[in-house]
């Protein structure tokens, strides 16, 4: 279990790093194919670097979809709650519970859905147009993702029956932040600060 508890962060943290590189070495060979070297020039406009894009748009389509699974772990994801929260308590948890488990069976039914469609789409020669890459392969990010957000939503239930409290996320606090001797007391000032 603890391999999953920070699953979403390791998946996310690749997905952005890669999406960086590639970008990165896009437009490095973009300028430095207009530099008239001769040997070099022509070398770099033999290569096709046109699948980078592309490549980039599926990451963060996947970063969406384990990103959303993220949020609804630590607390931030989408929720409108203020009702809910003047309701009576016995009756705030009934209204909390069926919402996880409704959340929990709307994800489950776009991944088993997703997984169909995926399974449909491999058994085809469809590919991508730049990449050539099998769509299938490129789709797997519906299931995948909404069964770990499926799985995410039944995780706080669990933990919402047994404790009582949801996932709340502090918008002041950033993990791994933390500095020997810092505090928050008004003696310390940002540098050019007046008191």
């Given at each position: ?37 001769p040997?070099?020039?022509d070398?770099l406009?033999?290569?096709?670097v ?7 748009i ?5 970063m ?39 959340g ?9 859905l997703?997984?169909?469609?995926v ?30 957000m499926c ?34 007391s ?10």
């Amino acid at each position: 279990m603890k391999l999953l508890d920070h699953l979403e962060e390791w998946l996310i943290s690749f997905l952005i790093a890669g999406a960086t590189l590639v970008i990165f070495l896009a437009v490095l060979h973009r300028y430095a194919s207009g530099v008239p070297i001769p040997y070099l020039q022509d070398w770099l406009l033999s290569m096709d670097v046109s699948w980078a894009q592309e490549l980039c748009i599926y990451m963060f389509v996947w970063m969406a979809k384990f990103g959303a699974a993220y949020g609804v772990r630590s607390g931030i994801h989408v929720g409108v709650d203020v009702l809910v929260n003047r309701l009576e308590p016995k009756s705030r948890t009934i209204c909390i519970v069926l919402s996880l488990l409704a959340g929990a069976l709307f994800t489950g039914v776009v991944g088993t859905l997703g997984a169909r469609f995926v399974w449909a789409l491999s058994h085809t020669d469809s590919v991508s147009p730049d990449l050539e890459w099998p769509r299938w392969i490129i789709f797997l990010c519906v299931p995948l993702g909404s069964y770990l957000m499926c799985f995410r939503f039944l995780q706080v239930c669990y933990r919402f029956l047994r404790t009582h409290e949801l996932p709340k996320h502090d918008h002041s606090q950033v993990e791994g932040l933390e500095v020997a001797g810092f505090t928050d007391s008004p003696d310390i000032l940002a540098p050019g600060a007046r008191p």
